[in-house]
Nanobody
Framework: QVQLVESGGGLVQPGGSLRLSCAVS????????IGWYRQATGKQRELVAN???????NYADSVKGRFTITRDNAKNAVYLQMNNLQPEDTAVYYC?????????WGQGTQVTVSS
């Protein structure tokens, strides 16, 4: 059974940093595309960053240079390091895996950037 469990969200001031974690079970992170999406209140869910099998990564233009996606095959986990956070980064962040044309999602973790 595929499960994705996010953690690491919270409240941070502008310019601060957070590291999100996604613990994965039911498949091996190195075998499929896995990434992070976010959804702000009243907006559509959007891709933040993802990494396909083999290591190629994609980032939304709005987070390039500030966010970094990494995976730990030994721990079967994926991380999102977020630096220089801004109020517009406020959203619920979801871990996503694409397995044989199906999307799997975690429950989400709230990130709030506010002074």
């Amino acid at each position: 059974q595929v499960q994705l469990v996010e953690s690491g969200g919270g409240l941070v001031q502008p310019g601060g940093s957070l590291r999100l974690s996604c613990a994965v079970s039911g498949f091996t992170v190195d075998d499929y595309a896995i990434g992070w999406y976010r959804q702000a209140t009243g907006k559509q869910r959007e891709l933040v960053a993802n990494q396909i099998s083999g290591g190629s990564t994609n980032y939304a233009d709005s987070v390039k240079g500030r966010f970094t996606i990494t995976r730990d095959n030994a721990k079967n986990a994926v991380y999102l390091q977020m630096n220089n956070l801004q109020p517009e980064d406020t959203a619920v962040y979801y871990c996503n895996a694409k397995i044989i044309n199906l999307d799997y999602w975690g429950q989400g973790t709230q990130v709030t950037v506010s002074s």
